[in-house]
């Protein structure tokens, strides 16, 4: 199926051809596509799902093909069975790579022949004060088809510039999706706060600096107690409601620097820098109370929610975030089995 599936587009994107004026239209119609589709479908829209449907959006409109829903799920499971290699993985970022590199190139040209046509314009009012003083009818007659050329250029010359400013924005409505598809990937749509895959990849940085340089820091594990019951007895919307809220508590009770996510369906995770056990305590002591003290209000119901916080600090015996991680989940356990809405660490 691989070799049925084939894209001259995607082929000058991954290989650096450059791109023509046309390759660039389709390139924002297809990217456009594969936004709505992926939006529409809840697709999560990582860099890798983005460009295995960017792919196939490719071959589907350079072929003429009008696909249903159910055909282009067909083609992707035929298509991606199999693990990707190395290019396939490496050039989900450079479609969002070549849309900042041509409108920082539109940029300077479009500088260079706004200037170019100042100077046009600038010649053309010197030849009309020259032809206006010049009696000789000859010269006149040459300096009047000169003038006439000059205008003429100067035509063209702005519907050039008026074709970049169209492309110019065409590109910056493309870099914007791009970003949004970008951010949107690292974000918990429910609760706004980072997701899963965007907090495993910070913690990595806070490890590799702390085993680097010895910059401490802390993480805080919290799981809503009886969540389950909450969802049961009020139902998943008030469920919602209630991690929206927990949401919200984290960012306003933590400071600017302080890395809060969801990581599981009811779980939270924290990441405190400079941060050192005691102190996370602490903040973990803090939070539990606001929350504990905190009603949540759905419909005509209100809802009072507990919380149980694990805690646990970088050190030298640490040898992976994963294990990091085990020690916050081995003390979230520990609350867990104390009763809950409790802080262990």
């Known amino acids: ?35 709505t589709f992926m939006a529409k479908e809840k697709i999560i829209p990582s860099p890798q799902n983005y460009e295995r449907w960017f792919r196939i959006f490719c071959y589907a409109k350079e072929n003429n093909l009008n696909l249903s829903k159910s055909e282009l799920i067909d083609i992707y499971f035929d298509l991606y069975q199999v693990k990707l290699d190395k290019q396939d993985i490496e050039s989900a970022g450079i479609v969002e790579r070549i849309a900042e590199e041509l409108f920082e190139e539109i940029q300077k040209v479009l500088k260079s022949v706004s200037e170019h046509d100042r100077g046009i314009s600038e010649g053309g009012e010197r030849l009309e004060k020259m032809a206006s003083s010049v009696p000789a009818e000859d010269v006149q007659k040459v300096l009047n088809r000169i003038m006439h050329e000059v205008r003429g250029l100067k035509s063209v010359n702005r519907k050039f510039i008026q074709r970049l400013e169209e492309q110019r924005g065409e590109i910056e409505r493309l870099r914007e999706e791009l970003r949004r598809v970008k951010e949107e990937a690292n974000i918990d749509p429910l609760t706004g706060l980072r997701n899963r895959r965007s907090f495993e990849r910070a913690l990595s940085e806070f490890f590799r600096d702390f085993k680097k340089f010895g910059y401490p820091f802390s993480v805080i594990m919290i799981d809503l107690d009886n969540f389950k019951q909450i969802n049961d007895t009020y139902g998943h919307l008030a469920g919602d409601k209630v991690l929206k809220e927990i949401g919200n508590i984290l960012r306003n009770y933590l400071r600017a620097k302080d890395v809060p996510a969801r990581t599981g369906g009811e779980e939270f995770t924290i990441i405190l820098p400079g941060i050192t056990r005691e102190e996370a305590l602490m903040v973990a002591e ?5 929350i504990a003290n905190y009603t949540v209000e759905h419909e005509d119901k209100k809802i009072n929610p507990t919380a149980s916080f694990g805690v646990a600090e970088v050190n030298e015996q640490v040898e992976t975030p994963e294990d990091l991680l085990r020690l916050a989940d081995e003390n979230l356990y520990k609350a867990k089995r104390r009763g809950k809405n409790t802080v262990v660490g």
């Not at 994107?13 to 119609?29: H, N, P, R, V, W």
Request: proline fraction near 0%.
């Open 1 to 35: 199926m691989r070799n049925k599936i084939e894209c001259e587009l995607h082929k000058k994107i991954t290989s650096g051809e450059s791109l023509s004026e046309e390759d660039y239209k389709a390139l924002s119609d297809i990217v456009k596509d594969v936004l």
């Open 286 to 290: 803090r939070l539990r109370k606001v």
